[in-house]
């Protein structure tokens, strides 16, 4: 983690939208800007094409790509580039998170508020999952960053003060607390959390792991599939798991 390339990251391109159209109103939402110029400030060596498709940023250390959710859309792509490069696909969690309102008819933004909501890394896994056939590949990588963002979204929920159902219009994000990466099988074993009995359910995991059951669930599917956890039995209708040794 490099936290003043970070941040001169975002003064960049975070002060040539504001300076240019505003933000939100460019073709390219500013995260994405941001993290690419974070990784290969070069622009000669972003959006490079590869094959049938247009990478992120190509290097000499291979292919990154910025993929904030919807890791399903890079399947081919992960496709085509692992045969012959490693390849790291990046994503980025709000673990501080500021609300912005802005009003689409007068264009007037209000002061930001603090939300209570703090990202986790769990908060990747939904996301993981949907690309987990690639996550056992050693030319394989993916880096969670989690920042603190703000969040401008547009008052036009169907609520009445139109903020319930309203939509984003961009995140900016404005510092990096931490870098996580997952380079190879063992890294994984970074969702496995403290005080795990030896034998624990679904249930168990989400409690020791403060998150959702389900979401939960979809982590162990995710540590089954890299042989992370193994399962062991049941008890009652729940299967009972354990953690894998070190070898």
């Known amino acids: ?25 460019l073709g390219e939402k ?45 399947i081919k792509k992960l496709d085509c580039f692992l045969e012959f490069c490693d390849v790291t696909v990046v994503t980025a969690l ?74 984003r219009c961009d995140r900016i994000p404005i510092d990096i607390i931490d870098e996580i990466e997952f380079n190879c099988v063992h890294d994984y074993r970074q969702f496995i959390p403290k005080n795990l009995p030896e034998h624990f359910t679904s249930k168990d995991f989400a409690d020791c792991a403060g998150i959702y059951r389900n979401v939960a669930q979809t982590t162990l599917n995710i540590l089954s599939y890299l042989g992370i956890v193994e399962k062991t039995g049941k008890t009652g209708k729940a299967y009972l798991y354990k953690v894998t040794p070190i070898i």
Request: hydrophobic letters at 35%; glycine letters at 6%; proline letters at 3%.
């Open 1 to 25: 983690m490099d936290r003043q390339a970070f941040l001169l990251a975002c003064d960049k391109i975070v002060g040539n939208k504001r300076d240019l159209k505003g933000i939100g109103t």
């Open 30 to 74: 500013t995260m994405h800007a941001v993290l690419k110029e974070y990784y290969q400030p070069y622009s000669e060596s972003q959006e490079v094409k590869v094959g049938n498709f247009v990478a992120d940023i190509v290097s000499e250390n291979g292919i990154i790509e910025i993929q904030t959710r919807s890791f399903y859309k890079l």
């Open 94 to 167: 709000p673990a501080i998170k500021y609300i912005s309102w802005l009003d689409p008819e007068t264009g007037k933004c209000s002061n930001r508020r603090k939300s209570p909501y703090k990202a986790s890394i769990y908060d990747a896994v939904n996301e993981m999952y949907s690309i987990k056939y690639t996550l056992d590949n050693p030319r394989m990588h993916i880096r969670i960053l989690l920042l603190e963002v703000e969040d401008i979204r547009y008052l036009n929920g169907w609520s009445k003060n139109k903020k319930r159902g309203s939509s």
